[in-house]
């Protein structure tokens, strides 16, 4: 049986003050929580979080991370820095990654190798575009995002690694994909782990993500394949992101 997870995404928001109350709001209304609760936090907030979730049942991670492990690239944070941090997770391959900054499978295989080098779990978002759904290639895009993460890291890895699905289209729009539509997606990735390494498929935990909103979540999460959420805007609210919890349980 696996449990389920929740992830906040923050995004590239956030300040000393803001954080301090969300983390607090989190903190004081998780009651006994079943499921196990993350946030991935800008870079400079990761000391904030160690400081203020230590011992406590959130875990924190970041949203990104060099393939490199040290060196001259300018603006890049590497994986033995999340380490200094305790960093549980990382994000690779969020969407906006690839878009904005041009990230190819092959790099983000590479980033996904690399945090579970560390000893960090890497949470592996995958998903299509709206120009792609339409065009019937959902399974395709994902399929060949998926295929160059799980070469990389091998078929012992395959319940070491986080997958998130996230439809590009649904992503910060407040268009979400049906319950049935996500949990198509999931099966599929769950037999494409399962055709990898049957056993430990059973194990690995598949997230959705896109406008997951407190009004959604149970639903979506109810789907046998869909594991948890990431969230991103209604992570920012503590009342949002505590709702968000309570459906995953
Ligand atoms: C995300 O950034 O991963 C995300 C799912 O964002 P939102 O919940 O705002 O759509």
């Known amino acids: 049986m696996r449990s389920k997870l929740v992830v906040g995404n923050?995004?590239?928001?956030?300040?000393?003050?803001?954080?301090?109350?969300l983390l607090t709001g989190i903190l004081e209304g998780l009651d006994?929580?079943?499921?196990?609760?993350?946030?991935?936090?800008?870079?400079?907030?990761?000391?904030?979080?160690?400081?203020?979730?230590?011992?406590?049942?959130?875990?924190?991670?970041?949203?990104?991370?060099?393939?490199?492990p040290v060196g001259a690239y300018t603006g890049e944070v590497c994986m033995s820095m999340l380490q200094d941090?305790?960093?549980?997770?990382?994000?690779?391959?969020?969407?906006?990654?690839?878009?904005?900054?041009?990230?190819?499978?092959?790099?983000v295989a590479k980033k996904a190798k690399a945090a579970l080098d560390a000893g960090l779990t890497p949470i592996v978002c995958i998903g299509?575009?709206?120009?792609?759904?339409?065009?019937?290639?959902?399974?395709?895009?994902?399929?060949?995002?998926?295929d160059a993460v799980l070469e990389a890291v091998g078929r012992e890895a395959v319940d070491k690694i986080v997958l998130a699905?996230?439809?590009v289209w649904?992503?910060?729009?407040?268009?979400?994909?049906t319950?049935?539509?996500?949990?198509e997606v999931h099966a599929a990735l769950r037999e494409k782990l399962r055709a990898c390494n049957a056993d430990a498929a059973q194990n690995t935990l598949v997230l959705y993500g896109g406008s997951m909103k407190p009004d959604n979540a149970a639903d979506l999460m109810a789907q046998p394949d869909i594991d948890g959420g990431?969230?991103?805007?209604?992570?920012?609210k503590a009342a949002d992101f505590l709702a968000i919890i309570r459906a995953a349980q």
Request: charged share 20%.
């Open 10 to 21: 923050w995004k590239m928001n956030g300040s000393r003050a803001a954080n301090a109350s």
């Open 32 to 68: 006994n929580a079943r499921a196990k609760v993350a946030v991935c936090v800008p870079a400079p907030y990761l000391y904030q979080c160690q400081e203020l979730l230590q011992g406590s049942p959130v875990a924190w991670g970041a949203q990104d991370v060099s393939c490199h």
């Open 85 to 107: 941090f305790d960093c549980r997770y990382v994000i690779v391959g969020h969407s906006e990654r690839r878009a904005y900054h041009g990230e190819s499978n092959e790099l």
């Open 128 to 146: 299509e575009t709206l120009e792609q759904r339409e065009a019937g290639q959902t399974m395709e895009v994902v399929d060949a995002q998926l």
């Open 165 to 167: 699905y996230e439809p």
């Open 170 to 177: 649904a992503i910060g729009t407040g268009k979400t994909a």
């Open 179 to 183: 319950p049935a539509m996500a949990q």
């Open 230 to 236: 990431l969230i991103g805007g209604a992570a920012l």
